[in-house]
C-alpha cells in the first residue's frame, strides 16, 4: 500500500541532535504505508540550547508526539508535565506525547523493547529465572535495570567502568540492584542468565569491551543495544564461545511498537519487514541467521 497523507494527517515524529542517522522515520512511515494510515513522521534536530522553547511551541498542538534520543531524553523527562512511571524509574523519556490541551505526557519504551527482543530472537527466555547483568550506567543501563527490575530479575548486576555511577544508579532505582565495577566483571557474570551491553563501546569504529564472558554459564544470552555494526565485538566474542545472542536491532523496533499506537492509535502491521528495511538502510545483513 502507497504512503497516504492529506490534509487530515496525523503527524508525529522524532528529535534528536544529530538525527539523521535515526531508523525510525523509516521503521514508522513503511508501517504507516502498510496500515494505510493518513499520517507522517518526520525528524527534527532543534538547536541543543532550544530544546525546550522546540517543545513549548509544538504544545500548540502541532504534531501528537515526538520520540526522543540523544541528548535530549533527560530534559523530555523534565520538560513534561506527567510521567509514566516507567519514563520516571530510567530517569529519562523516549516518547513524548501532546495531549489536545497541549500537556505533555512523557514515557520511556527502551525496556519493553528490551524485554520485546528477547521475546523475539531468545523465545523461553525468562527474565525472573537468574540474575541479569548490565553492562553501562548511562540512560540506557537504567531503563534496562528498571526494566528487569519490574520483569522479576532476581539480581540486577550493574557493571560500569566509573563505579560510582553504577552505585548511583543502584541507589537510585528500586530493587535488587547491585554495583560491579568493570574489574569485578568476572563476579557479576558467575550464574548470570543474561548480559547486557547498555555502553556505548562496540559501536562502528570503536573498541568493544574485554569481557571475560567465559565466567557466564553455557546457558546466558548476550544482548548488545548497540546495532551499527550489527553484529558487534561482544556478539561476536559470544557466538564464538558458543552463546545465544540478542541483537540492538530488534531492541530499536521493539520500543518502536508502543510509539506508534501512541501517535496513530493503531498497531503496527505485521506484515512489513521494517528489520530488512532497516538493514538495508545500515548496509549490514543479518548477520545472526547466518552464524
Ligand atoms: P550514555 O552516554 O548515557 O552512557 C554510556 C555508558 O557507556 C556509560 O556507562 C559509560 O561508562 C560507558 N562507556 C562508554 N564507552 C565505554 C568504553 N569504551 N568502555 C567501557 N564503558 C564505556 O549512553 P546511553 O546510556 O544513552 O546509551 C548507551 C548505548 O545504548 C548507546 O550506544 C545507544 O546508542 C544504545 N541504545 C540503543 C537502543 C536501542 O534501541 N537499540 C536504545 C537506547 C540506547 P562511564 O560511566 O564510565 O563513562
Not at 258 to 280: C, I, N
Request: charged residues 15%; without cysteine.
Amino acid at each position: 500500500m502507497s504512503h497516504r497523507l492529506t490534509g487530515a494527517g496525523i503527524v508525529a515524529g522524532v528529535v534528536g541532535a544529530p538525527v539523521r542517522h535515526s531508523l525510525s522515520p523509516l521503521i514508522h512511515n513503511a508501517w504507516l504505508a502498510g496500515a494505510g494510515i493518513d499520517g507522517a513522521y518526520v525528524p527534527f534536530a532543534p538547536p541543543p540550547e532550544r530544546f525546550a522553547a522546540f517543545i513549548k511551541g509544538l504544545r500548540g498542538g502541532a504534531v501528537r508526539g515526538l520520540n526522543v534520543t540523544l541528548p535530549f531524553k533527560e530534559e523530555a523527562l523534565a520538560l513534561a508535565d506527567r510521567a509514566s512511571p516507567r519514563a520516571a524509574a530510567a530517569g529519562a523519556a523516549n516518547l513524548l506525547v501532546f495531549e489536545t490541551d497541549g500537556t505533555l505526557v512523557a514515557d520511556n519504551t527502551d525496556g519493553l523493547g528490551l524485554l520485546a527482543a528477547f521475546a523475539e530472537q531468545a523465545p523461553g527466555f525468562d527474565p525472573a529465572a537468574a540474575p541479569v547483568v548490565i553492562l553501562g550506567a548511562g540512560g540506557a543501563a537504567r531503563g534496562a535495570a528498571a526494566a528487569f527490575a519490574g520483569a522479576g530479575a532476581p539480581q540486577v548486576r550493574v557493571v560500569n567502568r566509573t563505579l560510582s555511577r553504577a552505585q548511583a544508579l543502584a541507589e537510585a532505582l528500586e530493587g535488587p540492584i547491585t554495583a560491579f565495577a568493570l574489574s569485578d566483571a568476572a563476579q557479576a557474570l558467575a550464574g548470570a542468565g543474561a548480559v547486557i551491553n547498555a555502553t556505548s563501546a562496540g559501536l562502528s569504529g570503536e573498541a568493544g569491551l574485554d569481557l571475560p564472558l567465559a565466567a557466564a554459564p553455557a546457558s546466558a544470552l548476550v544482548m548488545d543495544m548497540v546495532y551499527k555494526p550489527l553484529t558487534t565485538p561482544l556478539l561476536a566474542q559470544a557466538r564464538a564461545e558458543g552463546l545465544r545472542t540478542v541483537d540492538g536491532l530488534a531492541m530499536l523496533i521493539g520500543q518502536a511498537v508502543p510509539a506508534f499506537e501512541a501517535f496513530y492509535g493503531a498497531p503496527p502491521p505485521k506484515d512489513v519487514d521494517v528489520r530488512k528495511l532497516a538493514l538495508a538502510a545500515l548496509g549490514q545483513s543479518e548477520g545472526r541467521l547466518k552464524e
